[in-house]
């Protein structure tokens, strides 16, 4: 996916995402516990707004977040969301940006993060208003796969892999391939960390369904009644507690 096209689903999702909140801005949230749609609101505009610092700084902001604007959330949003888009427009995805993904310092880095961002969240939006969730893209979909369990999962049990030891510990380098649509991921989970290839050997269990019901489930905001699921439950089970570790 390019840079443009990133740009574009933050802007519609963005939208989406405003235009549902602000209808109840006390609506809880299901899988934000404690979150209100205003706090949903709150927390992407701090974090679009960190992004925007974060590359016109190189380095990251302190002290953060910022005090709550005094025109609201929505406010807050659009005006974080206009710093997003002027950045993301006016800057080459190649060009170097502080991440905290050591292997990719780049501005693209941060375009397919925020729009992989406001895609869940504004999910997150519709399931607080009880609404039907529009469709996720294929494209960002099955991108956002890649994302969580490459970007997140595989580096942060790699890079602090004390957050993970009992999660991983006698895991014994047993796998759980993820089947998305057409795409095919490899999840072997062992106790030095986990690694994702695309291999198309089978694993000891095994996870399948459409691009957005294998992403939502990824990031635990469905209950997987979309999803095939075959092989070892334990396994799938243990995955799971580690995309919540790593998404923290």
Avoid: N
């Avoid at 039907?132 to 942060?156: C, H, K, N, S």
């Avoid at 014994?172 to 994702?196: C, H, K, N, P």
């Amino acid at each position: 996916m390019d840079q443009p096209r990133y740009v574009h689903l933050i802007e519609r999702d963005y939208a989406r995402m405003r235009e549902t909140a602000i209808r109840d801005l006390a609506a809880p949230v299901p899988h934000c516990p404690g979150w209100t749609t205003a706090d949903l609101l709150k927390h992407v505009g701090d974090t679009f707004l960190h992004k925007v610092e974060t590359m016109r700084r190189g380095a990251w902001p302190r002290p953060w977040p910022p005090k709550p604007d005094p025109d609201g959330p929505a406010a807050y949003l659009d005006r974080a969301m206009a710093g997003l888009r002027g950045e993301l427009t006016s800057r080459k995805p190649e060009e170097q940006a502080l991440t905290w993904y050591d292997p990719d310092q780049t501005v693209g880095f941060w375009a397919r993060r925020m729009a992989l961002e406001t895609a869940v969240h504004r999910v997150d939006a519709e399931l607080a208003a009880g609404e039907p969730i529009v469709p996720i893209p294929a494209d960002l979909a099955v991108d956002g796969i890649d994302e969580i369990l490459v970007t997140f999962l595989a580096f942060a049990s790699r890079q602090w892999p004390e957050d993970f030891g009992e999660a991983l510990s006698g895991a014994d380098g047993r796998a759980v391939s993820i089947t998305a649509g057409a795409d095919r991921l490899f999840v072997r989970l062992a106790a030095s960390g986990v690694e994702v290839t695309r291999d198309d050997a089978p694993g000891e269990a095994s996870i399948s369904g459409a691009p957005q019901d294998v992403l939502l489930w990824l990031w635990r905001r469905a209950d997987g009644s979309a999803l095939t699921f075959d092989g070892d439950p334990e396994l799938v089970k243990r995955l799971r507690d580690l995309l919540k570790e790593a998404t923290q």
